[in-house]
């Protein structure tokens, strides 16, 4: 074992750097030990205890350094002093500017950009913390998230009431502030009208036979699927309501949702009748979509059009029963409030006796992928299902487009569609878009009429198709 | 009912936390939009819920936070140690960290209590010392619990010199023994002989000259010092060497015609500070613990009052939970070695002195020192980065600790616990590291992440106290 003690004068180097250097030398092949060091006192005494011999450091300083080596060959000490070199002048390249750490909470997301929205799609359970943080903040919210108790669903929302800031949600999917979409939101060109939804798909559809009447929408306030229960009140309905009613742009006021509990539809009229502006209320069930577009386009001074249709001959499919394949629940549920009266009770479940509309968005349906405006697997596979099955005569189906939702569809579908036709099957379309989507509506209603579908702007004109189709084909 | 005027009338600013297609969707329109990158927090989520339910947590911590900022650290004396803890007798120690006995403690906890015994005349040899402390013959107490902290061991016994902090805004008293220097020294366990005849020139000539310079000078302001620090490159716990630097100026004209002792005895002391580095540690320390204890005590504030490890437990302390400990192991440091030091010499992190973390300093200034960042991959940047993070577990931007490289910055500073727990983003402590062998001393220095373990039994237990 060979020992070698130097001293370096006046190389000054900062403790740190030299603790850094006594490890990369300790890492050297046939290195026993080694210590680099200011030749302090306590150093020098640090040396003397490691066995060094300390007559090679006498009369050293704090300002000289000091190296030790313990090594098996001379050649392991030559290659210390290089290693030694090498760490102390060893500058590690620099990442460029002050990168900034990315942020972890939505709060403090929005303290980079000045946020006025925050947009949550956390899961449930924690959709809470990160909501009150940002109406903490002054920040309105938008939960995507479903799963959040009623109880945390109250106090958001009366923390908001109370301090102007909106909720939107939770399980609000979508939204469209000052002409920019939230979640799933349809391209709209901005217009008069305001809207007021406790359903996702309901305003999806009221925009998508707005716009093809050449009536736009500035914003379309999403509440969420709770607000109108009794336990919330219609909190942020009636704050929305309130809202759009002072704001200039708006001049017509539509609000949208499923038939709330009978208490919490009256506060909803009474507040839509204080209102300066018309209030058309739609509860779907007591009325469809289409008949509310009406009401908020004779408002406008404007005639309901014939809402855009690609029709198909499919008077010859085979008889058999009527098969509602949905991804959007309101569109399923404004199906079957046009569909019953003719047809009777509509099953909701897929192992339903006769006619039967699913909501393939259902909680059952979309665990551990993604929502069926995105991903179509499930439902492609029940349209296969669908044409395989001799009793099947007539498929009612829903697209969707706008930001959010899956990029291409009706490609997917397509040639499924087209099998079921081959196989006889009457196919009928829904399609909820609007003009400027970025899926472009017409083509996608090009794609699914050559595959030998019929496709319809107005959900309620299709299901009349559909259900035009399935009672003139009665098999005997 | 109020209006939604600034929702309605503005062009939206979108922040998202969640799934990236939402905000994807906001980009293909053309909008900008900051997005969080949110995971869910590991444990307490539902203690969360209920103190953001309860609604008093963001006022609570504003109170609690103000507090902290609002102390004026000064220097104000030395005095010894059984003159200023009450009830201390001659057999009290108080030590780093959470409560501890004998039994359980580290081996440079071991080798501290040794070695003051042997100072303070309890025992004839280290084995001595060792059976009457495992006989129960000392009584062991945190040094948090006396209004004081100590760095490393912490170790301080009657007739130590303290150093008293007074709060130039407030009545508030904090204290800290003095600093020995590195390497063999009773903080890091060591316990020879130079380091007991060490404490002894310490208690007869540092402590009283020291006391003598002060109260002929007048109060040291100790915040305005440690500010100026941070703009000279250090961070206040691995660093001191500048606020050391601007304490002997200010001490320099009383030292040498203010202080009623022999020239030698003058020069000593000068030659004694001038020669440590770190002397000015435990008076930063001082400081941090005069503004943790004005922030302690207001109900269902999460503010983290106390940081503390005894080499065996790593210890938190909240506002909101008055005087409860929350602990978990203390974790081994990652760090750079001493000669030929490595990392199995060394002990589990230990010290009070991550009450510098606790005020704003240390790992959290890591920005403002570029000369230890060795520590962290050695860039600048890495520092930078450092800092920059625990913006997010902190409730304020301290008004007087700036950092020039961030445009001075005030540093992060009042570790919220909620947030910690939320984010999952851990204090960033730098310190040093004892040799784990009772009377090694110092082996190295380092960086060590507080356990979450502490944060989240402590906001468990937070969220109990507003159920």
Redesign the interface.
């Known amino acids: 074992m060979i020992s070698r003690v130097e001293i370096q004068p006046g190389r000054y180097h900062d403790s740190v750097r030299l603790m850094q250097a006594s490890k990369a030398l300790q890492g050297v092949t046939g290195v026993a030990d080694a210590l680099v060091a200011m030749a302090t006192e306590l150093n020098l005494s640090l040396l003397a205890d490691m066995g060094f011999d300390t007559d090679a450091a006498s009369g050293a300083g704090p300002n000289d350094l000091l190296l030790a080596v313990r090594a098996e060959t001379e050649d392991a000490i030559t290659e210390a002093r290089v290693a030694l070199d090498s760490a102390l002048t060893h500058r590690p390249a620099s990442s460029g500017g002050l990168d900034v750490p990315p942020p972890k909470t939505a709060g403090s997301a929005g303290d980079v950009n000045g946020a006025n929205i925050v947009l949550l799609s956390v899961p449930g359970e924690h959709a809470f913390v990160e909501a009150m943080e940002a109406l903490e903040t002054g920040r309105h919210v938008m939960i995507f998230s479903d799963n959040v108790p009623v109880a945390q669903e109250i106090v958001l929302k009366t923390y908001g009431a109370e301090h102007g800031l909106l909720v939107m949600g939770p399980d609000c999917g979508t939204a469209i502030v000052n002409g920019l979409g939230l979640g799933f939101a349809n391209a709209m060109q901005p217009g008069p009208v305001g809207m007021v939804g406790a359903s996702g798909t309901g305003i999806q559809q009221m925009c998508c036979l707005l716009d093809d009447a050449g009536a736009g929408v500035r914003h379309a306030l999403g509440t969420g699927s709770h607000d109108l229960s009794e336990e919330v009140g219609a909190i942020s309905t009636l704050q929305a309501l309130a809202a759009l009613d002072q704001d200039p742009a708006t001049e017509v006021i539509v609000v949208i949702s499923k038939p709330p509990a009978a208490p919490v539809a009256a506060k909803v009229r009474a507040a839509a009748a204080e209102c300066s502006k018309p209030v058309v209320v739609t509860f779907m069930g007591e009325n469809t979509l289409e008949e509310g577009a009406g009401e908020v386009l004779a408002h406008l001074g404007m005639d309901q059009p014939a809402y855009g249709s690609w029709p198909a001959d499919q008077d010859d499919h085979r008889p058999g029963l009527l098969r509602g394949l949905f991804s959007g629940g309101t569109l399923r549920d404004e199906a079957r409030f046009v569909a019953s009266p003719q047809l009777g009770e509509i099953g909701k479940k897929e192992d339903d006796p006769g006619h039967t509309f699913v909501d393939y968005g259902d909680d059952e349906y979309t665990q551990g992928r993604a929502h069926p405006m995105i991903d179509q697997t499930v439902r492609i596979d029940r349209l296969i299902e669908a044409a395989a099955d001799e009793s099947v005569g007539v498929i009612l189906m829903d697209v969707v487009l706008g930001y959010g939702a899956n990029a291409d569809p009706a490609p997917e579908l397509a040639p499924e569609i087209m099998r079921a036709t081959d196989a006889g099957v009457a196919v009928v379309v829904s399609l909820c878009g609007t003009r400027g989507d970025p899926q472009g509506r017409d083509a996608q209603a090009r794609v699914l009429n050559e595959a030998g579908a019929s496709v319809w702007l107005s959900n309620a004109a299709a299901t009349r198709e559909a259900v035009r189709l399935v009672t003139t084909r009665i098999s005997t | ?19 990236d ?3 994807d ?2 980009e ?2 053309g ?11 590991r444990a307490a ?1 539902p203690a ?2 209920s103190l ?2 309860d ?1 008093r947590m ?1 006022e609570a911590n504003a109170t609690a936070i103000e507090r902290m900022l609002a102390v004026r650290p000064q220097l104000v004396d030395v005095q010894v140690a059984r003159d200023v803890f009450a009830g201390m007798t001659d057999r009290t120690f108080l030590h780093a960290g959470p409560p501890l006995t004998w039994e359980r403690a580290s081996g440079p906890m071991r080798g501290a209590i040794i070695g003051a015994m042997l100072y303070e005349g309890l025992a004839n040899d280290p084995d001595d010392a060792a059976a009457k402390a495992a006989a129960g013959e000392v009584e062991l107490s945190p040094c948090h619990h006396h209004g004081a902290v100590g760095p490393m061991a912490g170790v301080t016994s009657p007739s130590m010199p303290v150093a008293v902090v007074a709060d130039g805004a407030g009545d508030g008293i904090s204290y800290s023994t003095l600093n020995e ?4 020294v009773l903080r890091y366990g060591a316990f020879a002989p130079e380091v007991i005849e060490r404490l002894q020139w310490m208690d007869q000539v540092l402590g009283p000259v020291l006391g003598a310079v002060l109260r002929h000078r007048g109060p040291i302001d100790l915040q305005s010092l440690i500010a100026q620090a941070l703009q000279m490159g250090d961070d206040g716990h ?1 660093r001191n060497r500048a606020v050391t630097s601007l304490f002997l100026r200010e001490i320099g004209a009383a030292l040498v015609d203010g202080a009623d002792a022999p020239t030698d005895q003058r020069l000593d002391v000068f030659t004694f500070i001038d ?1 440590n580095d770190h002397f000015m540690l435990n008076l930063v320390m001082a400081a941090g613990k005069l503004g943790s204890d004005a922030a302690a005590g207001v109900p269902a504030s999460s503010l983290v009052t106390v940081m503390a490890r005894n080499g065996t437990d790593f210890g938190v302390r909240l506002s909101g939970t008055g005087d409860q400990w929350f602990t978990a192991p203390a974790p081994p440091v990652d760090g ?5 030091f ?1 990392e199995a010499d060394a002990s589990p992190d230990i010290g009070d002195s991550t009450i510098t973390e606790t005020v704003g300093l240390g790992g959290f200034a890591m920005a403002a020192a570029p ?5 962290v ?6 520092a ?2 450092r800092t ?2 625990m913006y ?1 577990i902190t409730l304020a931007e301290h008004h007087a600790y700036q950092i020039p ?2 445009e001075f910055r005030g540093t992060p500073t009042g570790i919220d616990a909620a ?1 910690v727990v ?4 851990l204090p960033q402590i730098n310190t040093g590291v004892a040799g784990k062998v009772p009377g090694t001393g110092m082996v ?2 380092g960086l060590v992440e507080a356990p979450i373990e502490c944060f989240v039994d402590g906001i468990n237990a937070l969220a109990a106290t507003v159920e």
């Open positions: 009912m109020t209006n939604l005027s600034n929702l309605l009338d503005t062009d939206p600013v979108v922040a998202t936390a969640g799934t297609m939402l905000a969707s906001i293909q329109q909008a900008a939009v900051s997005r969080a990158d949110w995971q869910p927090p989520a969360l819920a953001v339910a609604g963001p220097g590195l390497g063999k691995n020669g750079l070695y001493l000669g030929a490595t000369a230890i960042v060795g520590f991959g050695g860039t600048a940047a890495g930078v980065r920059q993070a997010e490289m961030l947030r939320r984010t999952g983003v190295g220095a």
